[in-house]
C-alpha cells in the first residue's frame, strides 16, 4: 500500500532555477492539496486540486503552478524559485467531502539558495 | 475569512502530568478535525468530530467538540514521550472543501 507519496524528499537549488515537486498516491483520491510549513506559520495552502484538470488557488499561491493530468498526480512548480520559498512541502489527498481525512504525503525539504 | 486559532502555541510538560491545547475558530465548523506531527515527521490524522458537544478518547487522548461548534479542545492524560510533536486542528471552510488548519500546539516533554 504505497498511499501518497512525494519526491524528492530533500532539494537544494539555486534563486531563478525552476524546480518542480512530484506528489503522486494510489487511492484514486479525488482531492489533492499542496501546503507549505513555516516555523510559525502551521500549514499553509498553496494550491488544491478537486480532480484531474481541475484546480484552485489556495491562500498563497504566487510563485508556484501546479497541474493535474491524471488523478494520481499533482506536481507543483516553482517557476523561478526565491529564498523565500525555502520550505517543507507537504502534499495531501482526500477521497472527496468535507468531512473525510486528509492524508499527507511524507514532505519536501526544499532549500533555495 | 475563516480563522482558526490554537492556544498555547508551545506547551512545555513535565512527564506524567496533564495539558490541555485548545483551538477557536471564528466561524461555526461542521466537524473539526485533529493531527498529530512528530518532530520532523508529516500531520497524521488523529480524529474528528462532528456533533455538538462530542466527546471522543484515544487512551489518554480526550477530544471535546464545544456546544457551538466554534472550538474543539485535546486533553493529555499523563504526558509521555511519545507524545511530543505538534498537534493541529482544522475546519472545513463553509465554502468549497478546503481546510483550515490552526497554527498548531508544539508539545514538548521534559522527562
Known amino acids: 500500500d504505497a498511499g501518497i507519496t512525494q519526491s524528492p524528499r530533500y532539494k537544494i537549488t539555486e534563486t531563478g532555477r525552476q524546480v518542480t515537486l512530484m506528489c503522486h498516491q494510489t487511492?484514486?483520491?479525488?482531492?489533492m492539496f499542496w501546503y507549505r510549513q513555516d516555523l510559525g506559520h502551521g500549514l499553509r495552502l498553496i494550491y488544491y486540486?478537486?480532480?484531474?484538470?481541475?484546480?484552485d488557488k489556495g491562500e498563497v499561491p504566487d510563485g508556484y503552478v501546479v497541474s493535474r493530468s491524471k488523478t494520481e498526480n499533482f506536481p507543483l512548480t516553482l517557476e523561478s524559485a526565491t529564498r523565500s520559498q525555502t520550505s517543507v512541502y507537504f502534499c495531501a489527498s482526500r477521497l472527496s467531502g468535507r468531512q473525510e481525512t486528509q492524508y499527507f504525503g511524507p514532505g519536501t525539504r526544499l532549500l533555495v539558495l | 475569512g475563516q480563522q482558526v486559532m490554537q492556544i498555547p502555541q508551545y506547551q512545555h510538560v513535565q512527564e506524567g502530568e496533564d495539558f490541555t491545547t485548545y483551538c477557536n475558530s471564528s466561524t461555526t465548523l461542521s466537524n473539526i478535525q485533529w493531527y498529530k506531527q512528530r518532530p520532523g515527521g508529516h500531520p497524521v490524522f488523529l480524529i474528528q468530530?462532528?456533533?455538538?458537544?462530542e466527546v471522543k478518547k484515544q487512551k489518554r487522548l480526550t477530544f471535546q467538540f464545544g456546544e457551538a461548534k466554534k472550538n474543539s479542545s485535546l486533553h493529555i492524560t499523563a504526558t509521555q514521550t511519545t507524545d511530543v510533536g505538534t498537534y493541529f486542528c482544522a475546519g472545513p471552510k463553509a465554502a468549497g472543501n478546503k481546510l483550515t488548519f490552526g497554527g498548531g500546539t508544539r508539545v514538548l516533554v521534559k522527562p
Open positions: 487511492w484514486s483520491h479525488s482531492y
Open positions: 486540486s478537486a480532480a484531474a484538470d481541475i484546480t
Open positions: 468530530l462532528v456533533k455538538s458537544g
